[in-house]
């Protein structure tokens, strides 16, 4: 697949192959199905395309759809991290979101695909943080920091 961010598959397909979650997962066939590329420029990217279901009710995206999209896209970036580092064994998800602060700063659009932009904060074995922007029209409609803990299954 080419995108404006070059070519292969998205961080999804490549860590998440059947995955059922409602943002991000190839394998939910009625969720968002969010794809995320690495920049050339170190950070990490996405296009999204809203459907009509996704209204506020006053003909702006959702704030609980903003939220899932920024939390996911978030995700493939500490996954990206995490494979550098080779805490992805497998490549197998191995962090859950701990936390996530999000800011609503302008109407996000409904009709038109807006953009989708991640930077890595910090990284360490325990903890991941990074911090995502939902763009459109040249400005940012919404942003997020979230925080990646380690799960590891007991």
């Known amino acids: 697949m080419t995108t404006p961010y070059g070519s292969g598959p998205s961080i999804q397909d490549r860590f998440l192959t059947d995955a059922p979650c409602f943002g991000c997962g190839p394998g939910n066939a009625r969720g968002l199905q969010l794809k995320s590329f690495e920049a050339a420029d170190g950070t990490v990217r996405a296009v999204f395309r809203p459907w009509p279901e996704h209204d506020n009710g006053v003909g702006f995206l959702n704030g609980g759809i903003i939220a899932t999209l ?85």
């Open 70 to 154: 920024l939390d996911c896209h978030s995700a493939a970036a500490v996954m990206v991290a995490a494979e550098r580092r080779g805490l992805a064994p497998d490549r197998t998800v191995q962090y859950v979101t701990a936390g996530i602060d999000v800011r609503y700063r302008r109407p996000s659009p409904l009709q038109e695909p807006a953009e989708l932009l991640a930077r890595l904060v910090s990284a360490a074995e325990e903890e991941i943080v990074v911090d995502a922007e939902l763009w459109w029209q040249d400005k940012v409609r919404a942003t997020a920091t979230s925080t990646w803990k380690r799960w590891r299954p007991r």
